[in-house]
Nanobody, 115 residues
Framework: QVQLVESGGGLVQAGGSLILTCVAS????????MGWYRQAPGKERELVAT???????NYADSVKGRFTISRDNAKNTVYLHMNLLKPEDTGVYSC?????????WGQGTQVTVSS
């Protein structure tokens, strides 16, 4: 199982930006997809963005045009560039690696966007 470590969360004012980083203990190229999910207090966890081994990306409608997922295979790292942040973006953001047989998850990093 791959270990995933997220960082970069914090407190930001609405309209601001953050960059989340996910560092994997192994090659991210070995997984079908890498991605980010988020969960707000009292709400269901939702998909934010994914990126495949081929570089194809997918975004939740709520973040399209504001967030960008990218990867650096040489560094075994996935990023989430978050721009024009809104209070509704607040939540715990978790990195995931999709493999045959299931997903691996990081511990999550808190993102809080103030009004």
């Amino acid at each position: 199982q791959v270990q995933l470590v997220e960082s970069g969360g914090g407190l930001v004012q609405a309209g601001g930006s953050l960059i989340l980083t996910c560092v994997a203990s192994g090659s991210i190229s070995a997984f079908l997809n890498m991605g980010w999910y988020r969960q707000a207090p009292g709400k269901e966890r939702e998909l934010v963005a994914t990126i495949s081994t081929f570089g194809r990306t997918n975004y939740a409608d709520s973040v399209k045009g504001r967030f960008t997922i990218s990867r650096d295979n040489a560094k075994n790292t996935v990023y989430l560039h978050m721009n024009l942040l809104k209070p509704e973006d607040t939540g715990v953001y978790s990195c995931t690696a999709t493999r045959v047989g299931g997903n691996d998850w990081g511990q999550g990093t808190q993102v809080t966007v103030s009004s």
